[in-house]
């Protein structure tokens, strides 16, 4: 059984870091391009990076210099390091990844002004 994790959502002020974390089952993480997406309210879901197999990261123009997409293979557990939030970055954030088309089960992060 595939399962994806999330953690490390909060609330931070503007300009402020978060790290999330993403630890998989069933899956490794090394093998395959893991994602996270992020919905904000009334919007729809939006990629906000990506790591291949390879290691190769893309970004979201939006989030581009701001935020940093890893994976720690020994722990099978992908992060995005998020910093100089703003309210904009607000939004449930979602581990993803194409196996099976799996999603996490998401974690809040809400940036004040």
């Known amino acids: 059984q595939v399962q994806l994790v999330e953690s490390g959502g909060g609330l931070v002020q503007a300009g402020g870091s978060l790290r999330l974390s993403c630890a998989a089952s069933?899956?490794?993480?090394?093998?395959?391009?893991m994602d996270w997406y992020r919905q904000a309210p009334g919007k729809q879901r939006e990629l906000v990076a990506v790591?291949?197999?390879?290691?190769?990261?893309n970004y979201a123009d939006s989030v581009k210099g701001r935020f940093t997409i890893s994976r720690d293979n020994a722990k099978n557990t992908v992060y995005l390091e998020m910093n100089s939030l703003n309210p904009e970055d607000t939004a449930i954030y979602y581990c993803?990844?194409?196996?099976?088309?799996?999603w996490g089960q998401g974690t809040q992060v809400t940036v004040s002004s």
């Open positions: 069933g899956i490794i993480v090394r093998l395959l391009a």
């Open positions: 790591i291949a197999s390879t290691g190769t990261t």
């Open positions: 993803h990844t194409g196996w099976r088309d799996t």
